[in-house]
């Protein structure tokens, strides 16, 4: 592939990361976000631009090689607000792909795409077993995301990976994590294998580490390449002392989601936009 590989949500958390390590992995970057950048990198494009604005969205995608799609409010919020950014914001990402003639689009979906499905008493859950059952409005633009990239590989021939992340920080801070987290290393890998993979078509995927403690299976991010170099376990010992052991009868364990499929997370909860 040549050309830059276009990156929306490049000021945001996972945005950061991947700025810093695609380059390693030999990939150029254009950076897309509705704010500046904070520190300009040497070799980076960048463009400041609405993810939802579909004109400066096909500009920003004219001669990329492929498009990771990182943008978008990253939790539950009002049904405004999560319509726009998150399911019109997807919608411009696959549509600008496809006018500017690129053919690989990588979309940061969640597991909150999932998150009541139960979680398995014993064994792992495939993304075949976890069908879309989101938690919030957040999780329904997330299921919606992966049905617009279906139709993206069905009816236009784009390769389309959606990657079901899990809990992408810097660190596990909750015992939930211990199974969920994503580490920032393996978040590249992720990425880059997306954008590697040869001829994925329609691929959905769990973007987790290789936790001990995960109940996501693996196999079919390791198909497009993915290699985790990380565990979780290293944090279990300190937090299990400060919060105790998980227990499998609240609902922050007994579900995909965890605490998004809560009373609390109700929309209304959340700010008006
Ligand atoms: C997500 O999709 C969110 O973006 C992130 O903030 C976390 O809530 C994560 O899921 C999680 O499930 O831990």
Do not use: Q
Not at 203 to 209: R, Y
């Amino acid at each position: 592939m040549t050309g830059p590989v276009l990156l929306t949500g490049a000021a945001g958390r996972i945005g950061t990361w991947l700025r810093g390590g695609l380059p390693e992995r030999g990939w150029a970057v254009r950076c897309l976000d509705v704010v500046p950048v904070a520190d300009v990198r040497p070799g980076e494009e960048h463009v400041v631009a609405d993810v939802a604005d579909l004109a400066a969205m096909v500009d920003a995608t004219e001669g990329a090689s492929a498009v990771v799609h990182m943008a978008g409010i990253s939790g539950e919020s009002t049904w405004p607000a999560i319509s726009r950014s998150n399911i019109e914001g997807t919608y411009c990402a696959l549509e600008a792909a496809r006018r500017a003639g690129v053919r690989r689009v990588v979309l940061a979906s969640s597991n909150h795409a999932t998150g009541f499905t139960p979680r398995p008493a014993v064994g792992l859950l495939t993304e075949a077993d976890a069908p879309p059952r989101p938690d919030t409005y957040y999780g329904v633009a997330k299921a919606t995301m992966e049905a617009l990239g279906s139709l993206y590989v069905d009816r236009y021939g784009l390769d389309v990976v959606c990657l079901r992340i899990g809990s992408a920080f810097a660190e596990p801070t909750t015992t939930r994590h211990l199974s969920t987290w994503l580490s920032p290393a393996d978040t590249v890998s992720l990425v880059d294998a997306a954008l590697k993979a040869p001829s994925p078509g329609f691929s959905v995927v769990w973007g987790v580490s290789d936790n001990t403690r995960r109940w996501w299976d693996l196999a079919a991010a390791r198909s497009l390449g993915y290699e985790p170099a990380d565990d979780a376990e290293v944090y279990a010992e300190a937090l299990i002392e400060a919060y105790g052991e998980p227990d499998r009868a609240d609902p922050a364990h007994a579900r995909v989601g965890g605490e998004y499929t809560t009373a609390e997370f109700d929309a209304e909860n959340f700010e008006k936009p």
